[in-house]
């Protein structure tokens, strides 16, 4: 009993360096984020052995997210294409994320420190974007790398991607990071750490501007206007003063940004998007229950195209997460996604305003919950759900929002025994 109880703690330990070390690769690195991912995944199998027991308190997000993943497997199942579909479907492995950090992570002081490791090295990536990528048009870091596209023909301008393959990818990232740096500002008894959040948070903002990603600008006023309701008037009106007059500083001081503001209010130069919604309509009308197969849209979709005098740039996904998502998946997919959402929003909403709750685990949660609605109405106009890099931090952030507050009794009877042991 007492080798396993030392294995347990040395798991454990594992464990939560893991989750660090997630918290660390996730704003640029995609392979690190997966291999930490990998390693916790190893590390749980091992304490499971140990404990004997799975030991995991229940969720609300557990049934929505596991008819979720049933949806996508029976969409694999009858997919038109299903080798290419089991292929494509295995991407959904990364949902284990959620499951492992919102039994892993408990107390305040360790979620504080993985959220200020995530928004530290954001940050630190955004001075490199800003800087290299937008100014000067270089990507040093990534000089013996295949060559990333910076530069925007249609806008003359470099955009910022950090150290991502799109500028989508990387706006998308910058926009919920934004909302757990805002609530780590707001809760901080630290005069200093304010003033290292303040700085990160402007720079991060920038870096959101200069990748030029339009989706996530929206995405990013629709949680400034949560987060300020919640708070209250006066930081409603604070929040959105700031983000309108930051973009008007941004608007006025560059061609560049002013050129791409301009195209969201111009609907002919979104005819494209518009004529891909439809057409993923028609396709959704033809596979409505099952869909396509995951992976299947690029494959299928120029079916559809044939008759539009559309030049089009674009065939990997619809510009819209949940059409893609119901395209792929049919309603069996579709609808428990909703569900994913529309249960994360309802039990992150009631956690942030429970009474028993501590005050700084609530504006975390404030900010989660933010960051959450921000990637929902980006999804409107972009499949941010298919990037691994957005999806990976997204299953992160809904996580710590949920996450429980005391250990499980498996793990408490393991501590216990240390204690007693020590004593």
């Not at 396993?4 to 989750?19: C, N, P, T, V, Y």
């Not at 004997?52 to 008819?67: C, E, F, H, I, Q």
């Amino acid at each position: 009993m007492q080798r396993r109880r030392l294995w347990w703690l040395r798991l454990d330990f594992g464990m939560r360096a893991s989750i660090y070390a997630l918290a660390f690769f996730l704003p640029f690195s995609v392979s690190g984020s997966q291999i930490a991912l990998g390693v916790m995944i190893v590390l749980q199998l091992a304490i499971w052995g140990v404990t004997r027991k799975v030991g995991w308190r229940w969720d609300p997000l557990y049934v929505p997210l596991a008819l979720f993943l049933g949806g996508v497997f029976v969409s694999m199942l009858f997919s038109i294409d299903p080798a290419l579909s089991w292929i494509k479907g295995s991407k959904y492995w990364i949902v284990a994320i959620y499951f492992l950090v919102i039994n892993h992570l408990y107390e305040e002081r360790r979620v504080r420190t993985c959220l200020l490791i995530l928004v530290y090295t954001t940050a630190a990536v955004a001075v490199y974007s800003v800087i290299f990528q937008h100014f000067l048009g270089l990507d040093p870091l990534r000089v013996l790398a295949s060559p990333t596209k910076l530069f925007q023909k249609t806008g003359s301008y470099y955009h910022a991607v950090g150290l991502f393959d799109h500028h989508l990818t990387y706006g998308n990232s910058l926009m919920i990071v934004l909302f757990l740096a805002l609530a780590l500002i707001v809760s901080s008894r630290s005069h200093w750490e304010r003033i290292l959040l303040g700085a990160g948070f402007l720079v991060t903002l920038a870096g959101l501007f200069y990748s030029y990603a339009r989706g996530p600008w929206l995405g990013f006023l629709a949680g400034c206007f949560l987060y300020g309701y919640v708070k209250g008037r006066r930081v409603l009106v604070l929040l959105l003063a700031v983000a309108l007059l930051a973009g008007a500083a941004f608007y006025m001081g560059s061609d560049s940004v002013r050129h791409r503001i301009r195209t969201i209010f111009d609907s002919n130069l979104n005819v494209e998007r518009i004529i891909t919604w439809q057409t993923t309509m028609e396709m959704i009308k033809d596979y409505p229950v099952v869909g396509l197969g995951p992976g299947v849209y690029r494959r299928i979709c120029w079916n559809y195209r044939d008759g539009y005098n559309v030049h089009f740039t674009s065939e990997s996904h619809a510009h819209n997460a949940y059409l893609q998502v119901w395209a792929e998946s049919g309603l069996f997919g579709f609808v428990p996604y909703v569900l994913v959402l529309v249960v994360f929003l309802y039990y992150g909403v009631r956690r942030m305003y429970d009474k028993l709750t501590p005050q700084p685990a609530r504006e975390l949660t404030l900010g989660g919950v933010a960051a959450v609605m921000a990637f929902c109405v980006a999804g409107l106009f972009q499949h941010n759900l298919g990037d691994a890099e957005v999806a990976m931090l997204v299953w992160f952030v809904a996580a710590i929002v949920l996450r429980k507050d005391r250990r499980t009794h498996v793990e408490l009877g393991y501590l216990e025994m240390s204690v007693r042991e020590k004593t």
